[in-house]
């Protein structure tokens, strides 16, 4: 009887290019949420220090 061949999935190694590429996506998505974090933390101290600018909110605790 003769051997029969069987089709086996051969396994690679990993793929340069798409390890860049899944890499590359993963670093810009992580980088953009902290970017939008940082931004909103910026806009929250700015709208904090105009409104003691303007005299509308103080840091000393009021006296009654």
Known sequence: MAGYKVAHATL??????K?????LTLGLAA?????????NEQRKTRTFY???ERGEISVVAAEE
Do not use: F, T
């Open 50 to 52: 105009d409104l003691l």
């Open 12 to 17: 690679k190694g990993p793929s340069v290019v």
């Open 31 to 39: 980088g953009g949420l902290w970017k939008m974090h940082h931004w």
């Open 19 to 23: 390890e860049l590429i899944i890499g």
